[in-house]
Antibody, heavy 118, light 106 residues
Framework: QVQLVQSGAEVKTPGASVKVSCKASGYTFTNYYMHWVRQAPGQGLEWMGMINPSGGSTYYAQKFQGIFTMTRDTSTSTVYMELSSLRSEDTAVYYC???????????WGQGALVTVSS | SYELTQPLSVSVALGQTARITCGGNNIGSKNVHWYQQKPGQAPVLVIYRDTNRPSGIPERFSGSNSGNTATLTITRAQAGDEADYYCQVWDGSTAVFGGGTKLTVL
């Protein structure tokens, strides 16, 4: 069965960076784009970007360009997201989600809470 | 940028029909997807490409999309349907989510 397992919660200070992993299993890793979506406490879903695990190409939402980086390791079927220059407003649950046919998200990770606090 | 508008909240009596709308400019020309999110959990896909149900989603969930409004309809609402619901589309190379609707089953 398809599973996306994310790394655990993180606490960071303002200005720091955070790296979250998402390990995929149960399907051919390189056949599906992986997306990152975040959700601030009590707020809605916000799309951050996507990565093609096959070639590693990425596309970032304009808001996150320059501070957000996605990478992948095909040997372990894992994608990573790194967000830099953290601010308190970046406190959120970060989800990876498998993109189906470039359209909808059929599987989601369990989420990783990132807390930014001094 | 493209915007999706959802009502903040919708209430429905147990066993009745709930309708959650998602408004956007000419949204009828786009594929709309719907997700259900319960507290502390990741979103779950309930409708894709306007009208399609993934396996495991009850037939009570259905979708429609025309003009400037897409609608998620939940018939015979149950207590377990109480959740936040989000619509989602693609605008060029960017995924866009609606602000979410909290469904309360009375």
């Amino acid at each position: 069965q398809v599973q996306l397992v994310q790394s655990g919660a993180e606490v960071k200070t303002p200005g720091a960076s955070v790296k979250v992993s998402c390990k995929a299993s149960g399907y051919t890793f390189t056949n599906y784009y992986m997306h990152w979506v975040r959700q601030a406490p009590g707020q809605g879903l916000e799309w951050m970007g996507m990565i093609n695990p096959s070639g590693g190409s990425t596309y970032y939402a304009q808001k996150f360009q320059g501070i957000f980086t996605m990478t992948r390791d095909t040997s372990t079927s894992t994608v990573y997201m790194e967000l830099s220059s953290l601010r308190s407003e970046d406190t959120a649950v970060y989800y990876c989600a498998r993109g189906y046919s470039g359209s909808f998200y059929d599987y989601w990770g369990q989420g990783a809470l990132v807390t930014v606090s001094s | 940028s493209y915007e999706l508008t959802q009502p903040l909240s919708v209430s429905v009596a147990l066993g009745q029909t709930a309708r959650i709308t998602c408004g956007g400019n000419n949204i009828g020309s786009k594929n709309v997807h719907w997700y259900q999110q319960k507290p502390g959990q990741a979103p779950v896909l309930v409708i894709y490409r306007d009208t399609n149900r993934p396996s495991g989603i009850p037939e009570r969930f259905s979708g429609s999309n025309s003009g400037n409004t897409a609608t998620l309809t939940i018939t015979r609402a149950q207590a377990g349907d109480e959740a936040d619901y989000y619509c989602q589309v693609w605008d060029g190379s960017t995924a866009v989510f609606g602000g979410g609707t909290k469904l309360t089953v009375l």
